[in-house]
């Protein structure tokens, strides 16, 4: 153990969008078998009136390694352009599309290239344990990884320049698209990249978009119609789902213009009063309670949202809720993004909040805001106490949302924890600026296993300080204790363990000065530990001892077995494999003893590791055996992988061929579930001998890595 710790609905935006931790599909590169991805969201429905920038597009990807930028208003269509483009020529790309939103116009920050490229890594076969932490180095490695692949890459909704620079290719062979509502100048004059600008639709061609969509074949009000709404595509379609009804176009114009002059807006030159002004006849047409569903939604801090979060949000059950999102959806007012999972297009979460600011109270909003983070803390915490049973928990009190927060196994944990990161993320930062500041340090806290499981490692450093600022905040000792030794375990897995050192010792001088022995060997548990990262095993070893004194002197077993088995992996990394098992020995007993699986599965794959060190293969193959088993009852895949694969390399040697295959082809199929490229390591060890190529794998990462 180491630290505790955008589509049919409107023409303007491409839906469906990936974003970061949630981007699809593999690239086969020669080290898996992981599809080509095809992450494109769906193409928008009545696409007209585009030819001209479709031609070009085509002749420019037939360009070498070509940049195209194309730029315009908002509810334009120009994610709808580079979608529909992508999409009719998506087979001359036969080695995949890449897409995401980069979230460069939006009430989030802008999208980290780091989290991009750690997407797109992962569709490419790149296992987490392998991502580098490092901007340059993901960006050098991404490059390297599509060199030579027939690739289209959409950037869409881009704010900088900055922003695209790191994702771009360098292979010859591939095509990039940007979408963005800024000219990107930067882009243009050092990348190269040609700009391709997006205008509103021509008359006659809005004037076909509404008609084909409203049914109306009133040519003069049409025309109207779709000039009052500047000729975007977002309003046309908003228009007509408005006028699809057997009512005549003058009559719906005149209501619309009567009372409020809000037709008025569309004629003037500002864009965006234009687009809220239609935004209103839909908005002013919703039942009451929809209506404040509506406005209570757009304080959602992610970029898009499920129905038990939308629940805690509206205060409703989750069948009026599931109601009301339909009925919203219904109206192109939300848009469904997956599996009850929905969205607001950009632009109408903009009005939607300038509604909610209007008719909601300061309170009506913080209590809304309060009840969803509540419901985010406690769904986390859920999901860590199925991840990691074992380990502390932080404190929940009785208050705030009372919806279910349970999970079947550890992957439905894991899936929510996947689904709602890039909600979860800005979250805490909303109960920072709501002054909950409970909130801001015990989520981060709950979420450090899974971030670190999934290698979020800019995520895991980012909340991890923020929780080190809030429990500072409430002058809370306790929970500053543990959010520094998040911090320092964030900072470790980035390799900057003199960083970690500095947070882990001054959470040591905290505990010790709120006299928390407990807290004050887990500290010194984490100092020694980051020594060993560093190589300094000597002291590492000595701290060591302390943290396992002070576990001893308190009576935690389970800390025992843990500091027992750290200890062990010391002894066997100074060259004293004797010592090494007697450690490991220990840790058994304690780990049996509280009934602490992994631990106990740890211990025995040391003794294993001890013993093949001592050439005692017979005893490491035992040891290894009874590793596989535990692991297989506690449902530790990775820990299984590493057993059965240092098992069969075993028994091959000692020329126990069936079991040994046996063991080889399971570990394969377990890394396959992971997605570890390591499998295709184990498939080359089969076949160098059993088969006919003859290549080693390489070690898989060792039990005894913090």
């Known amino acids: 153990m180491n630290a505790d710790g955008k589509s049919n609905a409107f023409d303007g935006q491409a839906t469906h969008v990936v974003q970061a931790g949630t981007i699809y599909g593999g690239v086969n590169n020669g080290q898996n078998s992981l599809p080509a991805p095809r992450q494109l969201p769906r193409a928008a429905t009545c696409f007209t009136d585009r030819a001209d920038p479709m031609a070009q597009l085509s002749e420019l990807a037939m360009a070498e390694n070509e940049i195209v930028l194309i730029s315009g208003p908002a509810g334009v269509?120009?994610?709808?352009?580079?979608?529909?483009?992508?999409?009719?020529?998506?087979?001359?790309?036969?080695?995949?599309?890449?897409?995401?939103?980069?979230?460069?116009?939006?009430?989030?920050?802008?999208?980290?290239?780091?989290?991009?490229?750690?997407?797109?890594?992962?569709?490419?076969?790149?296992?987490?344990?392998?991502?580098?932490?490092?901007?340059?180095?993901?960006?050098?490695?991404?490059?390297?990884?599509?060199?030579?692949?027939?690739?289209?890459l959409v950037a869409d909704n881009a704010g900088s320049s900055d922003q695209v620079r790191p994702l771009l290719p360098a292979s010859p062979v591939c095509f990039t698209v940007v979408t963005s509502r800024n000219r990107l100048s930067s882009l243009t004059a050092v990348d190269g990249a040609t700009h391709l600008p997006v205008r509103p639709l021509d008359t006659p061609h809005a004037v076909e978009l509404f008609s084909r969509l409203s049914g109306h074949r009133d040519t003069d009000g049409a025309t109207q119609l779709v000039l009052r709404c500047g000729r975007l595509p977002l309003t046309v379609r908003m228009a007509a789902r408005l006028a699809s009804?057997?009512?005549?176009?003058?009559?719906?114009?005149?209501?619309?213009?009567?009372?409020?002059?809000?037709?008025?807006?569309?004629?003037?030159?500002?864009?965006?009063?234009?687009?809220?002004?239609?935004?209103?006849?839909?908005?002013?047409?919703?039942?009451?309670a929809t209506a404040r569903a509506f406005r209570l939604l757009s304080l959602h801090a992610g970029p898009d949202f499920s129905v038990p979060a939308a629940a805690a949000l509206t205060g409703l059950s989750e069948t009026d809720t599931l109601r009301v999102l339909r009925r919203l959806t219904a109206v192109n007012m939300l848009e469904e993004t997956g599996e009850r999972r929905y969205a607001y297009h950009d632009l109408l979460r903009d009005y939607a909040r300038e509604q909610a600011a209007a008719e909601e109270s300061r309170q009506d909003r913080a209590h809304a805001l309060k009840r969803e983070l509540s419901f985010y803390l406690r769904?986390?915490?859920?999901?860590?106490?199925?991840?990691?049973?074992?380990?502390?928990?932080?404190?929940?009190?009785?208050?705030?949302?009372?919806?279910?927060a349970l999970f079947t196994d550890p992957a439905a944990a894991l899936r929510w924890c996947d689904a709602e990161l890039s909600s979860l993320v800005p979250a805490v930062q909303q109960a920072v600026e709501l002054g909950l500041d409970e909130v801001a340090w015990k989520l981060p806290v709950a979420l450090v296993y899974f971030l670190r499981s999934r290698r979020h490692n800019i995520y895991r450093l980012e909340?991890?300080?923020?929780?080190?600022?809030?429990?500072?905040?409430?002058?809370?000792?306790?929970?500053?204790?543990?959010?520094?030794?998040?911090?320092?375990?964030?900072?470790?897995?980035?390799?900057?363990?003199?960083?970690?050192?500095?947070?882990?010792?001054?959470?040591l001088r905290v505990s010790q000065d709120i006299n928390d022995r407990r807290w004050e060997a887990r500290s010194t548990y984490n100092v020694a530990w980051t020594l060993r990262l560093m190589g300094r095993y000597e002291e590492a070893l000595h701290r060591q001892r302390e943290a396992l004194v002070i576990r001893q002197e308190t009576g935690d077993r389970?800390?025992?077995?843990?500091?027992?088995?750290?200890?062990?992996?010391?002894?066997?990394?100074?060259?004293?494999?004797?010592?090494?098992y007697a450690e490991y020995e220990r840790a058994l007993v304690a780990a049996r003893e509280t009934v602490d699986l992994s631990a106990e599965a740890k211990s025995l794959h040391g003794l294993g590791d001890v013993c093949k060190t001592q050439g005692h293969t017979s005893?490491?193959?035992?040891?290894?055996?009874?590793?596989?088993?535990?692991?297989?009852?506690?449902?530790?895949?990775?820990?299984?992988a590493r057993s059965l694969v240092a098992l069969g390399r075993l028994l091959a040697a000692v020329g126990r061929a069936a079991v040994a295959q046996e063991a080889l082809v399971e570990a394969a199929e377990v890394l396959d579930t992971l997605h570890d490229p390591t499998a295709e390591d184990v498939r080359r060890f089969l076949a160098g001998h059993f088969g006919q190529a003859k290549e080693n794998p390489r070690e898989p990462r060792s039990d005894t890595d913090g």
Request: hydrophobic share 40%.
């Open 463 to 507: 909340l991890s300080t923020t929780a080190v600022e809030a429990s500072r905040r409430l002058r809370d000792r306790w929970a500053e204790a543990w959010s520094l030794i998040c911090l320092g375990g964030a900072e470790s897995d980035l390799e900057r363990h003199e960083d970690a050192l500095v947070h882990f010792t001054e959470a």
């Open 77 to 152: 269509g120009k994610s709808a352009l580079a979608v529909f483009w992508a999409h009719s020529v998506k087979q001359q790309f036969p080695d995949g599309q890449l897409y995401v939103n980069l979230r460069g116009y939006d009430r989030l920050a802008p999208l980290p290239p780091e989290e991009v490229l750690h997407g797109f890594l992962s569709a490419l076969g790149m296992p987490a344990d392998r991502m580098p932490g490092d901007l340059s180095a993901m960006s050098a490695l991404f490059r390297s990884l599509i060199d030579g692949k027939r690739l289209l």
């Open 379 to 404: 769904m986390a915490d859920a999901a860590d106490r199925v991840l990691v049973p074992e380990r502390q928990h932080v404190p929940l009190d009785r208050g705030g949302y009372q919806g279910k």
């Open 558 to 580: 389970r800390g025992e077995s843990i500091s027992l088995s750290e200890i062990g992996a010391l002894e066997l990394n100074l060259g004293r494999p004797a010592q090494a």
């Open 619 to 640: 005893d490491a193959i035992g040891w290894y055996e009874q590793a596989v088993l535990v692991r297989r009852r506690v449902g530790d895949m990775p820990g299984l």
């Open 245 to 288: 009804s057997d009512a005549s176009l003058m009559t719906l114009l005149e209501e619309l213009t009567s009372g409020n002059d809000r037709l008025e807006a569309l004629s003037a030159l500002d864009e965006e009063l234009e687009v809220r002004s239609v935004f209103s006849w839909s908005y002013e047409q919703l039942p009451p």
